[in-house]
C-alpha cells in the first residue's frame, strides 16, 4: 500500500484555515470566521493572527511595555531606527516589542509594521517523514506533534514530543525533523529564533475522512492529549464547521483558548462567545489584541458588539463599519444584509436625541 504524509502545519501556533472558497449557509460564527480568513489569504492579505500565536508575543516572549497613545509614535520611530541598523538578535525582540507596544496604543503605522514585519522560516532541507512498515500494512491512521525551535542558524532543536509519543517510530521522526534545516525567521530581515509547531499527519494514499470520522478523530486526540493546544484547537474548528450545536463546542473553544491565549481563532471565538451571554469586558480584552491588524470582519463585528455593550458607541460604529466594508461581494447575502442592519441598529441606538424647543413656531 502506498503511503502519503502530509506535512500540515509548521506553526507559532496552529494550522491555516482549512476551508476554501465562499461558505455555504447556515454556517457558525467561528466557521464563518475560518472561511473568511482563508478568502483573504488567497487575495493575498497580511496574516491577522487568527491562525498564528500573536508574531509579538511568540517571537519576543517578554511583555511589551505599555504607552500612552501620545508617547506611541517616539517610541515606534525609535523602534523602526534601530532595526534599519545591524542590531543583534536581543535588540530586535526589543525593538519589535516596543512596535507591538505601539500598535497596542492605536498607533495605526505601527500595526501596518507589525503585519509586514516577520517572515517566517521556510524549509531548506525539509524532513524526511517515514513511517513504520506494520503499521502500513494495517492501513492506520497517525498523528505526531512536535515542540521545536528553529534557531536563526536554521537548525531545528530543543524538541518535544506533544502528541503520539507511544507510537512506533516517533523517534526516528523525531530524529529526521532535527536535520531538517530552514532559512530562519527574519523581523525586518534580521534573523531571530522561534517556537514551532510541527503537525504531521500520516493517511494511507487515496484515502479522505469522512465528516464524521474527522470528528471522531479529533475527540480521541483531546482524550488522549489533554494539554494539546494543537489538538484542542482542531477538535474546536472541526465543531465549528460539522457541529457547532455540539454541547462540547463551547467548552472546546475555551478550553483552546486557554491553552493558545495568543491563537486569534480561539481568542476571536471565546469572544464572541462571551458576547452573547452578556459579558462584555472579558470579550472585549480576548479580542483586543487582534483588531488593529485584523482585516477579518467576525473579528470586528465581535470587537464592535462588545464595545456596544460597554456603551462604546463610536468605537463601536467604527468597527462595525469597517467589518461591512470589508465583506466582499460575493460573500453570502444574507450575511451582508445582517452585518449592514447591525450597523444601522448601533446607529440608531447611538444617535444624540434630539432637542426640543420649548419655543412656539409664530407661524
Request: proline share 9%; hydrophobic share 40%; charged share 20%.
Amino acid at each position: 500500500m502506498r503511503w502519503s504524509w502530509l506535512f500540515l502545519s509548521l506553526l507559532l501556533g496552529f494550522t491555516g484555515c482549512a476551508h476554501s472558497g465562499v461558505p455555504t449557509l447556515p454556517a457558525s460564527h467561528g466557521h464563518l470566521m475560518s472561511a473568511m480568513e482563508d478568502v483573504q489569504s488567497k487575495r493575498g492579505l497580511p496574516s491577522t493572527g487568527l491562525w498564528d500565536l500573536a508574531i509579538g508575543d511568540e517571537v519576543a516572549p517578554r511583555p511589551a511595555p505599555k504607552l500612552d497613545p501620545a508617547q506611541a509614535p517616539l517610541v515606534f520611530e525609535k523602534a523602526v531606527k534601530t532595526l534599519r541598523g545591524t542590531p543583534g538578535e536581543e535588540a530586535v525582540l526589543s525593538a519589535f516589542r516596543d512596535i507591538s507596544a505601539a500598535c497596542a496604543a492605536e498607533f495605526a503605522e505601527a500595526c501596518t509594521f507589525t503585519s509586514g514585519a516577520f517572515t517566517r522560516p521556510e524549509p531548506s532541507s525539509p524532513a524526511a517523514f517515514t513511517y513504520p512498515e506494520a503499521f502500513l500494512r494495517q492501513g492506520a491512521f497517525a498523528f505526531m506533534v512536535f515542540q521545536c525551535r528553529i534557531g536563526t542558524d536554521g537548525q531545528v532543536r530543543d524538541c518535544t514530543v506533544v502528541e503520539g509519543a507511544r507510537l512506533p517510530g516517533i523517534e526516528q521522526n523525531l530524529a529526521a525533523l532535527q536535520l531538517a534545516r530552514y532559512r530562519p525567521a527574519t523581523i525586518s530581515g534580521h534573523p531571530v529564533s522561534v517556537e514551532y509547531t510541527f503537525n504531521v499527519r500520516f493517511v494511507p494514499q487515496g484515502i479522505t475522512l469522512n465528516r464524521h470520522q474527522e470528528l471522531d478523530w479529533a475527540r480521541l486526540r483531546v482524550r488522549q492529549n489533554p494539554e494539546s493546544r494543537s489538538a484542542w484547537l482542531n477538535l474546536a474548528r472541526e465543531l465549528a464547521k460539522h457541529a457547532p450545536e455540539d454541547p462540547l463546542y463551547p467548552q472546546a473553544v475555551t478550553r483552546a483558548w486557554f491553552l493558545a491565549p495568543r491563537s486569534g481563532w480561539a481568542a476571536s471565538e471565546a469572544a464572541w462567545q462571551l458576547v452573547q451571554s452578556g459579558q462584555y469586558a472579558p470579550a472585549l480584552s480576548a479580542v483586543r489584541p487582534f483588531v488593529r491588524r485584523s482585516h477579518n470582519p467576525y473579528v470586528l463585528e465581535t470587537a464592535a458588539a462588545a464595545q456596544f455593550g460597554l456603551k462604546q458607541c463610536t468605537a463601536a460604529l467604527a468597527e462595525q463599519q469597517k467589518a461591512v466594508e470589508l465583506l466582499p461581494a460575493e460573500w453570502p447575502a444574507p450575511e451582508r444584509e445582517r452585518f449592514q442592519r447591525k450597523l444601522q441598529d448601533y446607529q440608531s441606538a447611538c444617535a444624540p436625541p434630539k432637542s426640543v424647543s420649548a419655543a412656539t413656531d409664530p407661524r
